[in-house]
């Protein structure tokens, strides 16, 4: 079993960075594709960002492109999302997500098997 754990959220002002971290346990990290979603109230989850297990492929939705970056470090079993020029429309809650699948597709939720849950962002105009 896997557990993940995110922490970093908070209430910022437009414009600010925040970074969210994603802490996996229970089976061996690098055997797992990872990824952030995030979900307004009101709204379906949406995907933001995948990296591949081995690190050398990212992917991102397109209104994040250019302001976020996924990474990951599998000494300490952690998947980051650095999160710059955050806008109003960026507040929601986020996930982190992993799928042990070799996939290409990243988007979908059914393609995870383990989430954590979830860390809030505000951001204020």
């Known amino acids: 079993q896997v557990q993940l754990v995110e922490s970093g959220g908070g209430l910022v002002q437009a414009g600010a960075s925040l970074r969210l971290s994603c802490a996996h346990s229970g089976r061996t990290f690098s055997n797992y594709d990872m990824a952030w979603f995030r979900q307004a109230p009101g709204k379906e989850r949406e995907f933001v960002a995948g990296i591949t297990r081995s690190g050398l492929s990212t992917y991102y939705r397109d209104s994040v492109k250019g302001r976020f970056t996924i990474s990951r470090d599998n000494g300490p079993n952690t998947v980051y999302l650095q999160m710059n020029s955050l806008k109003p429309e960026d507040t929601a809650v986020y996930y982190c997500?992993?799928?042990?699948?070799?996939?290409?597709?990243?988007?979908?939720?059914?393609?995870?098997?383990?989430w954590g849950q979830g860390t809030q962002v505000t951001v204020s105009s």
């Open positions: 997500a992993a799928k042990d699948k070799y996939s290409a597709i990243f988007g979908a939720t059914s393609m995870y098997d383990y």
